[in-house]
């Protein structure tokens, strides 16, 4: 497996304000993953974000909502941009090794 | 895209006693199929995963079987205990250009009663 960790654990802020989630890995991967996990729901892929390539968006997802950074192989910031109160969520990254991905502790955001 | 539907949602169960949890995914393409458990505040954790190419994994108390004709795969946790009490989710990945991407199902919550 792989120490994943994340900045904030936790934040609450103003609508129409960003944040940005840092996730930080003990060792170099290739695959890196941010996902939404809303109140009491399942984990949705915001998108996938892979060293030296743009990073990929699920349907429903938007490069301007939600830019990504990936400047190396241990390190990834997830944006949230012009937050609204639906915005208020768990936001998780994880890493790929091999087939097996597991998740940073997580950030929870909420927008007043 | 890959669609995964898990059953039960809420599935309550005394000390001892066996849970089992079904999933169905829809893209036969799918050959990666992990489970996940989350307890309540905390991120989810691997537990078990099986890949396509095998029928059946055992790790102590759980299980999972696949069956890739009719494109479903299920946990098995035998003689629960209370601090098996999680949020449980299955989910799906297939290879490709998809690689590595998952795809959850909707979680089971599972209650075991002392």
């Known amino acids: 497996s792989a120490v994943i960790s994340q900045k904030p654990s936790r934040d609450i802020c103003q609508r129409g304000t960003s944040l940005t989630i840092q996730c930080q890995v003990d060792?170099?991967?290739?695959?890196m993953f941010w996902y939404r996990q809303q109140p009491g729901q399942s984990l949705t892929l915001i998108a996938t974000?892979?060293?030296?390539?743009?990073?990929?968006?699920e349907s429903g997802f938007v490069i301007d909502k939600f830019p990504i950074s990936r400047p190396n192989l241990t390190f990834s910031t997830l944006t949230v941009s012009n937050m609204s109160p639906e915005d208020s969520s768990i936001y998780l990254c994880?890493?790929?090794?091999?087939?097996?991905?597991?998740f940073g502790p997580g950030t929870r955001l909420t927008v007043l | 895209g890959e669609n995964v539907e898990q059953h039960p949602s809420t599935l309550s169960v005394q000390e001892g006693d066996s849970a089992v949890i079904k999933c169905t995914y829809s893209?036969?393409?799918?050959?990666?199929f992990p489970w996940y458990k989350q307890e309540l505040g905390k991120r989810p954790q691997l537990i078990i995963d099986i890949r396509s190419n095998v029928g059946e994994k055992k790790d102590q108390r759980i299980a999972v079987t696949l069956n890739k004709t009719a494109k479903h795969f299920s946990l098995h946790i035998t003689e629960t205990q209370p601090e098996d009490s999680a949020v449980y989710f299955c989910?799906?990945?297939?290879?490709?250009?998809?690689?590595?991407?998952?795809?959850f199902g909707q979680g089971t919550i599972l209650t075991v009663h002392p």
């Open positions: 060792s170099q991967v290739t695959m």
């Open positions: 989910a799906a990945s297939s290879g490709g250009t998809s690689y590595g991407k998952l795809t």
């Open positions: 994880s890493v790929g090794l091999g087939d097996e991905q597991f």
């Open positions: 974000a892979n060293q030296g390539s743009e990073a990929t968006y």
């Open positions: 893209d036969s393409a799918s050959n990666y």
